[in-house]
């Protein structure tokens, strides 16, 4: 028997919001940590940018951890912040300091300015977060679980946690490891038949999408396939150069990354994302997990 786990989707520095969300599933604040008799949460990532206050997230989560009545997964806001503050070899960063990169964690910057010590030990413990977990029940991760991909990473990694002298490798488009962690913490792609592109909301031509994973690719059109609606692809029957391991019938998974609207659902019976774009005006979200094989939508919870 597994302890029951209270699941909790992207925060990103709306700390007001996550108090509220944990007192509404039965924590409280003692000995400096939020806890419960009974559970823990598992923290699918992205705790700091946009919001408010980053900071204070960052210790609310990771004092739970410490306590040991959480676990925290690294998110690709996490990931950017750790490749933006690691030297490269021959000068610079592994995540450039490009006024775009620079812009994207500006406000965790900006609220970090006073304590600059407190802003290094944050970055200091966002590299000791897991990418990925997976108990006897359930399965949680940023943003996506392709099992072939996980499997790999576990097996490069020697566990779920990225080690410093892999880093920059990680951080080199091209590579094998790269890959990896971009399915896994910002998404699968898959690209579009020859000679068919979109224009993405910057302009940008592209030709790949980024996938609803969780789903059954069989007999969809690519988009039905596709993240993003109205792309115009809805005769285009999809198919992918790589299969797509899709979780039929697999332990629930959980995630979040990708900014859904309106009211939380599952997408699946066994795939949850929590992540109700609380920083764009949604809300923040949790599922109650007690180890059940096919989820229950009544188990979602949100402030
Ligand atoms: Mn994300």
Redesign the pocket.
Known sequence: MTTPTDLIG?IHGHAGRLKALLRKLGYERKAGAYRHPDRKIIFV??YIDRGPDSPEVVDIVRAMVDAGSAVALC???EFNAICYNTSKEGGGYLRPHTAKNTHQHAATLEQYRDKPGDYDSAIAWFRTLPLFLETEDLRAV??CWDEAVIRKLHKTLGGAVLPESLLPEAAEKGTDLYYWVEVTCKGREADLPEGYSFHDKDGHERREIRIKWWQDPEGQSFQDMSVIPGLGLDHLPFRDTEATHHPTGSRPVFF??YWLKGTPELLTPNACCLDYSVAKGGVLTAYRFDGERELNEGKLVWV
């Open positions: 992207d990532g992205d998110g690709n806001h940023h943003a979040g990354h």
